[in-house]
């Protein structure tokens, strides 16, 4: 998945591609993660990135290749913004609010997301208590390949979006790395939930400030111009959006 603007991943530091090549001619499926892993785990995807597919991809892969055994898949990765048209990628997954007017995008998911960090953390710096207190309090930071760097919360106050600065000693610029910090008490992350729902659950990750909802993180499909799309782009968007519906409920019909 891809962000948009250049905070955490929802995966990695700036945007990481995915590129699926099918048989007749490569068909390009790209998956990217933003630098904001809330956005750094969510909104950077370009197609099949690992947190694009919520941590499921060999049992999604293996439902594709049932389906359509004729469609070779070939996953690659890197840390850029793709050019579908100038690269010959056929379709990319990102997270975020779509800002190429060029592409046509297909929302296929709004996931939901937390702040959280270590019970270590908190018994030693405090749970904060008001959004206005995450400014007294460490935060992972997420830098992307262009240098800018992530340390801030976004969360709805008064019906309003709005974003929080913390402070932070560490920075990372990939997605395992940022889910990994606050597990060895680092500071606060925010990421898309299903990212640390197994640590939340287990109690190694603590939620904090859940009356004030992160603002849900988009991830949607995208495309050059409906005169390029080939029926092999047609049903891996379809059958993508199938796996998203399924963990995050539905979101759009299907590509007309």
């Given at each position: 998945?891809?962000?948009q603007h250049g905070h955490r991943p929802v995966g990695g530091g700036g945007w990481r591609d995915r590129f699926l ?30 947190q694009c597919l919520a941590g499921t991809p060999p049992a999604a892969i293996g439902d594709f290749r049932r389906r ?166 047609r049903v891996f968007v379809d059958w993508i959006s199938e796996i998203y519906a399924e963990k995050f409920g539905s ?6």
């Open positions: 998945m891809e962000k090549w099918g048989r007749q001619r490569p068909l390009s499926l790209a998956a990217a993660t933003p630098c904001d892993l809330r956005r750094r785990l969510g909104r950077q995807s370009h197609l099949l990135e690992r359509y055994p004729g469609i070779e898949l070939v996953l690659g990765s890197g840390e850029r913004l793709v050019d579908l048209v100038g690269e010959g990628v056929d379709c990319t997954i990102r997270a975020g609010t779509p800002d190429d007017s060029t592409l046509i995008a297909r929302r296929l998911a709004a996931m939901p997301q937390v702040i959280c960090a270590s019970p270590g953390y908190l018994t030693q710096a405090g749970k904060p208590r008001h959004p206005d207190e995450l400014a007294n309090h460490q935060a992972v930071k997420f830098f992307s390949s262009g240098g800018a760097t992530d340390d801030s919360f976004d969360l709805i106050v008064g019906g309003e979006a709005r974003e929080f600065t913390a402070g932070g000693w560490i920075s990372v610029n990939d997605a395992g790395s940022y889910a990994a910090c606050p597990l060895r008490g680092c500071g606060l992350i925010q990421v898309p939930r299903y990212h640390v729902e197994d640590a939340l659950d287990e109690g190694r990750l603590v939620e904090v400030l859940s009356e004030w909802p992160s603002p849900e993180l988009p991830v949607s499909a995208l495309y050059p111009h409906r005169r390029h799309l080939s029926p092999r782009v979101s759009q019909t299907g590509v007309k």
